[in-house]
């Protein structure tokens, strides 16, 4: 139930403020008062900008848009952890009553090279497009499918390819990655096509120019210390990365496709 | 007299049956071909499932395509919210369904306020985009033998709904994003995100270009092309509260329409029966529950005003399941507008729960007793999460709350059958057209209609403009570049002169509790009139007292939601007075003055089966009322009953 006499939090907001990409950038410290513990947490942060256009200085900048976990715009780390600490959920799915009165909440961008800061909490995530556009795809042009039940699908791999193709493109697993790697973004994709038929005519093309692409935009390597699985908002697993490992190692020995993509 | 006051709507619906009408006019329309395609450039503005599927389809036929978004990527439009389904008239599940039921469900649902030969069209093409779908690689449901699934939805007694769990708009955006991804990298495509449309550059009466804010830099750039495509969703936003995207704005709608676009039936809004109710003022958005989830759920409220027990210890006697008691043959599923003024109607008459009293149960107790929590959490798994998230309720245990609230736009730009504005060479697709849904859309046909509008409709028809409209060469050096650039810089610079003591969503929060009020879930004239009055007002106030800070040279959210809003402090007042003009019940469209003994909508088709298509006139409060009759050759309109 939500209960009406919930005590409001007083907090102290330690956001990172930078006002261009070639700019510096530093903590700032914000005290709020009167949050309400059922606020979401871009609600906090639209407040706080409220608070600072009242005092005539600049508000916080940050992607948001859908507000209900599914666009993946938003996007912050939290107190040190990618979207905060509830487990499979985007920044604004977060709620405030996670938080204690008194708190002190630190928020920074995303922090990869791959991903520069734009303003103040808006990074570039343009990368990600890019590693699509290797070859996140199926070639079929508007008009060439055949029926729709033309094509069995097992069930089982059909709610596979789904976990995979649940990714939200929201950058977390990247920001939370020591190495800053793509690897759960871009297995998540490899991996859905890779179980569907509709996927096989591409599929060892896919991998090694999705893999290259990934390599050549600075994105680390993966180290399987599984932080991106804790931190995505969508719940895909690291069972995706072996997938992709799979894949490559089997497009790369078993099969004639080259990358069309230079290598880095 | 002006001559635009002339201009007779001329939908150039096509000769012969409805079924044939569609053929008819391919058959007939000019092509561009092949070899001629890449001459012709086409611009497309939003990258929602009619965008990315307009951009991606026109590429793939050898247009070069420039596509604009305003998020950081085009796989973030709106659409991707979408979540039960999309429907198709398949008959997969043996149950009876064709094209010709689709099509009179859908003209149905719309309370026959919508162009048959449109419906119709979209009823045809709806099985090609399942098709496309599959062969894309979207993961919809599917049976244990591995055949695709489906589900029931409002308005409908067949079940013809395709879903990937309750991720169906995001599943499908994502099939399209991937194509508009393939024909970038293919250089077909030019992606522009992080670009927000501010005005439409019309030469020589075509549309031929546009001009656009770039969101990081901030410079005012424009691109000329042959065609504009407008794909950019609706104008929902104008409420403040409601389940679309906080970006989501009516302002390249707007500007094209100050252009001479006409605006068809603006006040056409649809409120979606379960959302989560609001609880604070700090509110900034409101939550869709989808509507799927009235297949499983039953809707209830106690029978007792003064009940003020827990669900769980209020027994099944006490229990007034109201849509099953009042709709007994389409019980839970009845259309959504019917839905909501069935939930409004009990929380004002003071049965509603929750602490503000304006909420329903939605209960998944029997559901689950018959089908088990695990069929239940297969079904709607990310949906009850995500409800969890937002009311720390477990709706496996405890019953939702529920309430309407804002969620699509049904009214949009006018465009004739070939999806042209009343500028040449301007096509409108998606939500931000009038064109399919009448005055009421019934659920997963939002999908449908997005799609079908970019993967089967313009490519077709855009060609026969491009083939018959003897385009002359135009470049941004054109003189009409430079002027409809400088009326934008005006208008920054007229916002960024902002230094008052209001803030944007200050005057956002007051727009909207005065729209959702009196333009709201039921509308009357005195209410009407008042908010006309009140709007002007606050958008006198807004001009003198909003606070813009920093500068138009930068990544500046302010500027970007202070211009939104002065579009919709303008296109609020037209949607009122399309409200008040409209002198019946029918659909989202509800006045008090117009309803049956029974509370039900009460059309009047002697004077209102027509199509309300405003011209802009260079004053915001004279706008001119055009009308396009309905005429309806083979449905005949009756009273909609789901009794």
Redesign the interface.
Known sequence: ??S?GKKKLKLTIRVWRQ??SNERGQFRDYLLQGI?P???F??ML??LN?QL??H????V?F???????????CGVMINGQAHGP?N??TTC?L?M?RFQDGDTIVIEPWRASAFPV??DL?V???P??RI???G??????????????C?????HD?ES??DG??C??CGACVAACKNASAMLFTSAKVS??AQ?P??QPERAQRVLNMVAQMDAEGFGSCTNTYECEAACPAGVSISHIARLNREYVKASFCSTAEPTIPMK | MNEAMNNILNSRVPDGPLSEKWQNCKNEMKLVAPNNKRKYDIIVVGTGLAGASAAASLAEMGYNVKAFCYQDSARRAHSIAAQGGINAAKNYPNDGDSVYRLFYDTIKGGDFRARESNVYRLAEVSNNIIDQCVAQGVPFAREYGGLLANRTFGGAQVSRTFYCRGQTGQQLLLGAYSGLMRQVAAGKVQMYSRHEMLDLVVVDGVARGIVCRNMVSGEIETYAAHAVLLCTGGYGNVFYLSTNAKGCNVTAAWRCYKRGAYFANPCYTQIHPTCIPVKGDYQSKLTLMSESLRNDGRVWVPKDVNDSRLPSQIPEDDRDYYLERRYPAFGNMVPRDVASRAAKERCDAGYGVGDSGKAVYLDFKRAIEEQGEQRIREKYGNLFHMYQKITDENPYHVPMRIYPAVHYTMGGLWVDYHLQSTVPGLYVLGEANFSDHGANRLGASALMQGLADGYFVVPYTIGHHLATANLKPVSTAHPQFAAVKEDVENRVRKLLSGKGDRTVQEFHRDLGEIMWNQCGMARSQVGLESAIEKIQELRDQFWNRVYVPGVGEELNQQLEQAGRLADFLEFGELMARDALERNESCGGHFREEYQTEEGEALRDDANYAHVAAWEYTGNDSTAVRHTEPLTYDTVKMTTRSYK
Request: aromatic letters at 2%; glycine letters at 12%.
């Open positions: 139930m939500i009406p006002k261009g309400s059922d606020m979401s871009l609600e639209d407040i409220e256009l009242d005539g200085e600049e508000p900048a992607d948001h848009d859908c507000r209900e976990g599914i666009c993946g715009a509830d499979e959920t799915q709620h009553r734009l303003r808006i570039d995530r343009s990600l497009d699509m556009q290797a996140g795809y199926v070639s079929v042009n508007t008009g060439q499918a055949p029926d729709g039940n094509l069995p699908v097992p069930r059909q390819a789904m193709a649940a939200i493109g859905q096509l569907l509709q996927g």
